[in-house]
């Protein structure tokens, strides 16, 4: 009987941690989804910039001793900056129809990224400053970790932020217009391109918030981090549905609920696999997403 | 006001059109007719500068405006209802014609507002449906969203790209009403139509298109008009 207890308590603590932390989850699912929205292209470099703009953060924090709130607000810049030169270098100057080069190009640069960032850092995983890990909150048998509840107040007004700049702002309506229907677009006078552009940044902005607010959580910053996230968001994305942002957001909260849930049952060494299994039962059952149909089979 | 000289525009290997001459007076309706594949969606798309001609020149009001990209063709004046109208799906229609203020939005809030309002007037249905998804609508209904959408840029010149494809009869006669209202009031409008007797019915000067040039150009009523309707429906060998 205490088994059973004890159990079923570990477990709503691990979905507790994991929804808490699955929400930078669904902030690199949601950049990933703005930008193929967008451009109907995936931008293979997005979670690695992401962490480099973390990075970038932490080089004001270790070089000059900034503050913890000014090293998130590097993040941001530094991860929008990033974005801005991915998409002039993999995306702006290449035909709109050719997917592939796009792709590759996009690969390449996360290579790219990757590289300059082991050559920094000697490969070697640096110590992310955190904002109230001394805190705890107790709720019954329930804990809550300060700096897990903080990460997941900061993603969740940065969805409020996006929202606001998708549906109340001038650009917002540019950005949903070019990827509802490009041509149209156009024919109503919004440069086609300086919005996508301006959506790079708009992403790259929301993955340093998510890469920043990674690094606060796990407490280190490592190179070891870039696949695992890029595959995760990618999954969220897949999940959520190419294209839609609620489907982000959610699928964001399920892939870290269940990532806990698995490393609770399974253990770390497992914990990854089954987290990739997820992705083909989506593929196979439900290939547009969380909020789809089923899909028909023939 | 608006003329077209000699324009040459390919997709890819394949030369749509070849060498286009063809003007629109100020206040006329102007038709381009043609059968499928004549190259008329390709000459809309030409002008309002979503594709770029290999040759040839466009003017509008005596500037040249062949190299203009889309988004300064319509600050330009020059505003195009596209064919299948390509309203914006999940945006609801007061979005959508907010959508088509773009270019002017930021400098002129109250004066788009009004505007906004004018559309709703002149096309009641649309305020009925401001809250709904574009995407919703009827095609009729779209076709209206469509038109009032590129009149909310303030255009000098409207190019109106088959507004009557897909649409049941009684709706056609609708539209062609609405653009006869909106020629009254002194918009110039450059038509393409495959329904030519629609179309014969409110110009005030023609163009027959054929395999990516103008082969006949007149006033309606004269007397090769029915040769004119069967080629434009029917195309030559």
């Not at chain 1, 301006?198 to 998510?210: E, I, W």
């Not at chain 2, 003007?23 to 030409?46: D, Q, V, Y």
Request: charged letters at 15%.
């Amino acid at each position: 009987m205490d088994d059973i207890v004890f159990y079923t308590v570990e477990i709503i603590q691990s979905i507790i941690d994991g929804v808490l932390f699955g929400s930078t989850y669904a902030l690199i699912g949601i950049g990933f989804t703005l930008i193929f929205g967008a451009m109907h292209k995936l931008n293979m470099t997005y979670a690695a910039a992401s962490l480099a703009g973390a990075y970038i953060g932490l080089a004001f924090f270790t070089l000059f001793d900034a503050p913890v709130m000014l090293v998130f607000l590097a993040a941001i810049v530094g991860s929008a900056g990033i974005g801005l030169i991915v998409y002039y270098i993999c995306f702006r100057y290449i035909p709109v129809e050719d997917h592939l080069a796009a792709l590759m190009a996009s690969v390449g640069a996360l290579f790219f990224i990757d590289e300059i960032v082991i050559h920094a850092t000697n490969a070697s995983p640096l110590t992310f400053p955190a904002l109230f890990d001394d805190v705890m909150f107790e709720l019954g048998p329930f804990g809550i970790r300060g700096d897990l509840l903080f990460v997941f107040a900061v993603s969740l007004i940065s969805m409020a932020a996006l929202w606001y700049v998708l549906y109340r702002t001038r650009l917002g309506l540019a950005t949903r217009a070019v990827s509802q229907q490009g041509i149209a677009a156009q024919l109503c006078g919004i440069d086609i391109h300086r919005t996508n552009g301006t959506t790079f940044v708009v992403a790259g902005m929301l993955g340093g918030v998510a890469g920043s607010m990674i690094g606060a959580s796990v407490g280190i910053l490592s190179p070891l981090l870039t696949l695992p996230i890029t595959i995760k968001g990618l999954i969220v994305t897949v999940i959520g549905g190419l294209g839609s942002i609620p489907g982000a957001i959610v699928a964001g909260f399920l892939v870290g609920a269940l990532e806990n849930v698995f490393l609770f049952v399974r253990g770390v060494n497992e914990r990854d696999m089954y987290i990739m299994l997820l992705l083909f039962v989506f593929l196979v059952f439900r290939p547009h997403g969380i909020f789809s149909r089923r899909a028909e089979r023939d | 006001m608006l003329t077209v000289g000699d324009v040459f525009t390919s997709y890819g290997m394949i030369k749509a059109l070849n060498g286009v001459t063809l003007s629109a007076s100020e206040g006329e309706i102007t038709c381009l007719l043609g059968p499928n594949g004549a190259g008329k969606t390709t000459l809309m798309f030409t002008i309002a500068g979503i594709l770029r001609a290999q040759a040839g020149s466009i003017k509008f009001d005596g500037q040249s405006i062949e190299r203009l990209s889309a988004a300064k063709v319509v600050e330009a004046g020059i505003a195009l209802v596209p064919e299948n109208r390509l309203v914006f799906p999940t945006m609801s229609v007061e979005e959508n014609l907010e959508a088509g203020a773009f270019i002017r939005v930021a400098k002129d809030r109250a004066g788009v507002d009004d505007d906004i309002e004018r559309m709703y007037m002149r096309f009641p249905v649309l305020k009925e449906r401001r809250e709904q998804m574009a995407g919703t609508l009827s095609g009729g209904e779209q076709q209206m969203l469509a038109l009032a959408r590129a009149l909310m840029s303030r255009p000098r010149i409207l190019l109106m790209d088959e507004p009557s494809v897909g649409l049941a009869p009684l709706i056609v006669e609708d539209i062609f009403q609405i653009i006869r209202d909106v020629n009254a009031d002194g918009m110039t409008i450059l038509l393409v139509e495959q329904n030519a007797n629609m179309a014969l019915s409110v110009a005030d000067k023609f163009y027959l298109l054929e395999h990516g040039r103008v082969t006949f150009e007149g006033a309606p009523g004269e007397l090769e008009q029915d040769e004119v309707i069967r080629r434009a429906y029917l195309g030559t060998e």
